[in-house]
């Protein structure tokens, strides 16, 4: 499994509290997914790398040449396999792939090493590839948590917040580790923030 108190090179040290959280979804926690869905998939095309990919359901609403799930959680990517046989899921990506897209949808705010997985997701794009990232809002994390406390969102994804990342932030962390904001916008009425980024082919991680 991933350490995810560091990155080694090549590897995704992120994850998803996706295991415990499929089994404690909020009333609402469909609709809101159908909704990050909505707003990242017009954005992804090709062959697709998801990030924190959790149970898989994104492999079902994209039209990809190509699908890859990545989670350092074992036990999602158990429950990927079951649910979406034929497509491929690891704790790490296959060595040496590259991708037109990637996918990092409510993930980010679970990962306590984002700038070590910016850094390797770039080495399995191609340039000019795209990044998709959605994630909460940070002025509305109270409201959140209040959602997961009343049991409307996923009490378990909620405790594992490590951190909510601004436009600005999230701007600053992608040209530090090869990417270029091109599209930003808030949706779910301002609660949620979708990114696209561009992969910065002349730069190259440190």
């Known amino acids: 499994s991933v350490n995810l108190s560091a990155a080694p090179s090549g590897s995704i040290p992120g994850g998803t509290p996706c295991a415990a959280a499929a ?7 469909p ?7 909505q707003a990242a998939s017009p954005h992804l095309h090709g062959r697709v790398l998801d990030v924190g990919c959790g149970d898989g359901r994104l492999s079902d609403c994209v039209r990809a040449v190509l699908y890859v799930g990545v989670d350092s959680n074992q036990a999602a990517i ?10 491929r899921f690891d704790s790490q990506p296959p060595p ?22 910016l850094r390797t997701i ?8 795209t990044l998709v990232i959605t994630t909460p809002t940070p002025g509305f ?6 959602g997961a406390s009343l049991g409307f969102c996923s009490a378990e994804a909620a405790r594992d917040h490590h951190r909510f990342l601004g436009r600005d932030e999230l701007d600053r962390l992608g040209r530090e580790c090869g990417f270029r904001m091109t599209i930003y916008r808030t949706f779910l009425f301002g609660l949620n923030q979708l990114f696209v980024f561009e992969c910065q082919a002349d730069w190259y991680p440190v």
Not at 78 to 87: N, T
Not at 141 to 146: I, M, S, V
């Open 141 to 146: 994390r109270w409201l959140h948590e209040l």
């Open 23 to 29: 089994q404690s979804e909020g009333w609402l926690s």
């Open 122 to 129: 770039w080495k399995h794009l191609e340039p000019h590839g």
């Open 78 to 87: 158990e429950i990927a396999r079951s649910l979406h046989p034929g497509v």
């Open 96 to 117: 040496d792939s590259v991708f037109d897209c990637a996918a990092c949808l409510a993930s980010v705010e679970h990962m306590r090493q984002l700038p070590a997985m």
């Open 31 to 37: 609709y809101l997914r159908s909704q990050r869905f």
